[in-house]
């Protein structure tokens, strides 16, 4: 059982190592951004994050008519 929790965890640091050098080699440093609306042909056709679209979404709308409205 030690052996197994000590090989996971060695697979579990290389991995992280490599992340890391993958990271500092890039050049800027950060994690590149994998956001749907980062992508340029989501964008073109229209299709955005969920977070924007729900944004979108909650925005009132300047044109609509208040069916709560008293004549």
């Known amino acids: 059982m030690f052996e197994l929790i000590l090989f996971s ?3 579990l640091a290389i991995c992280v ?3 890391c050098i993958n990271i500092v080699m ?3 440093g950060d994690f590149p951004n994998s956001h749907v609306s980062s992508n ?3 964008r073109d056709r229209g299709i955005g994050c969920a ?3 729900d944004r979108l ?3 009132e709308n300047p044109h609509a008519i208040s069916e ?3 004549d």
């Open 26 to 28: 890039k050049g800027k």
């Open 9 to 11: 965890s060695i697979i």
């Open 57 to 59: 979404a909650r925005m």
């Open 17 to 19: 190592v490599f992340l």
């Open 40 to 42: 340029k042909a989501m």
């Open 68 to 70: 709560n409205e008293k």
């Open 51 to 53: 977070q924007s679209q």
